[in-house]
């Protein structure tokens, strides 16, 4: 059974650091892309950052371009989001995604696998 449990949400305030961890069982991912997506309260899903396998693909959004760092961890199976200076509008629940194609990019309905999310709450 494939298996992506996200990790490290919680209740912060602007301007905090946090780390999200997504710890991928059941199968490697390692031929394929991972990434972050989140959903904040009567929004669609939007992309955060994807990461490709090793020494290759990293994306990032625009929303979220120079506070936020994607890396994975090939060996233990795991995606990992750095957070800094969050901001409000970064509260949503935040997804872990895999993908079994290194082209599945910003584009959602191109990743197979998700875990169930973890919630990121930033308080002003």
């Known amino acids: 059974q494939v298996q992506l449990v996200e990790s490290g949400g919680g209740l912060v305030q602007a301007g905090d650091s946090l780390r999200l961890s997504c710890v991928a069982s059941?199968?490697?991912?390692?031929?394929?892309?991972m990434g972050w997506f989140r959903q904040a309260p009567g929004k669609e899903r939007e992309f955060v950052a994807a990461i490709g396998s090793v020494g290759g693909y990293i994306e990032i959004a625009d929303s979220v371009q120079g506070r936020f760092t994607v890396s994975r961890d090939m060996d233990k199976n795991t995606l990992y989001l750095r957070m800094i200076t969050v901001k409000p509008e970064d509260t949503a629940v935040y997804y872990c995604?895999?993908?079994?194609?290194?082209?599945?990019?910003?584009?959602?309905?191109?990743?197979?696998?998700w875990g169930q999310g973890t919630q990121v709450t930033v308080s002003s």
């Open positions: 059941g199968r490697s991912f390692n031929n394929g892309n």
């Open positions: 995604a895999a993908s079994l194609s290194l082209q599945s990019g910003r584009n959602l309905e191109k990743y197979e696998y």
